[in-house]
C-alpha cells in the first residue's frame, strides 16, 4: 500500500483532478464558464462536456476552488515557468586570490590584474593573506596587503567584508560594481 501526506492526492500529481475532488461543492473558474459555486458533480459535467479536466487549484479555499482546463497543458506551463524563473536566478561565483604576508610588488600586480578581470566578469572575489608558521607576527603586512588590494580594485568592485583574521588566515570579500545601463 501506497503512504501519501495528502487523501486522494498522489505523490506523481500535485493537484486533486476530476473524480479525486471529493467535497460537496466548488468554486468554478475558467474560460468560457460562468463562474461561481457549483455542486461537484455539476462541475465535473461541465468540464466533460468541453472535454476538459476538473482541476483543484486552491483546496484550502472555502470552498476549494477548481479551474476547468487541459491538465496536461498547465502542468506543462507550469514547468516552463518554474525553468524560466529558475534560469533567470543569478549564481553568484566566488573566485579566490591567495596572497604571501610579505607578496613582492611583482606577484601582487600579478594578483591584482587576476582579481580585476574577475570583478569584471561579476564574480566575487575572495582575497585572502595565508600566514606559514611564525609568520603570523606580520598580520599587519596581511591587512596593509589586503587594503592595497581594496583601493587598487574600487573602480571594479566594492569590499564587502574588511580583512578579517581567522586563524591562519585574513580574509576580504570584494563584491563587484553594479552594470551601467
Not at 498522489?10 to 463562474?35: S, T
Not at 603570523?136 to 591587512?143: A, H, V
Not at 567584508?161 to 591562519?168: D, H, I, Y
Given at each position: ?65 477548481c ?8 502542468l ?25 604576508p ?20 561579476g ?10 608558521g ?48
Amino acid at each position: 500500500m501506497k503512504k501519501t501526506n495528502t487523501p486522494g492526492r498522489d505523490d506523481k500529481n500535485p493537484h486533486r483532478i476530476n473524480r479525486e475532488i471529493r467535497v460537496p461543492e466548488v468554486r468554478l473558474v475558467g474560460e468560457n464558464i460562468e463562474g461561481g459555486v457549483y455542486p461537484t458533480r455539476k462541475a465535473l459535467e461541465i468540464a466533460e462536456e468541453l472535454e476538459l479536466d476538473l482541476v483543484e487549484i486552491s483546496p484550502n479555499a472555502t470552498p476549494p476552488v477548481c479551474k476547468v482546463i487541459d491538465y496536461k497543458k498547465f502542468l506543462y506551463e507550469q514547468k516552463k515557468r518554474d525553468k524560466e524563473m529558475k534560469a533567470k536566478a543569478t549564481k553568484v561565483v566566488i573566485k579566490e586570490i591567495r596572497f604571501g604576508p610579505q607578496t613582492d610588488d611583482h606577484d601582487y600586480e600579478f594578483k591584482k590584474k587576476h582579481g580585476e578581470k574577475f570583478l569584471k566578469e561579476g564574480s566575487k572575489v575572495k582575497a585572502y593573506v595565508f600566514f606559514k608558521g611564525r609568520s603570523i607576527i606580520y598580520k599587519d603586512q596581511g591587512e596593509i596587503l589586503l587594503l592595497r588590494l581594496a583601493t587598487d580594485l574600487e573602480d571594479y568592485g566594492k569590499v564587502e567584508q574588511m580583512p578579517k583574521l581567522e586563524g591562519k588566515r585574513m580574509t576580504m570579500f570584494l563584491a563587484p560594481l553594479p552594470k551601467k545601463k
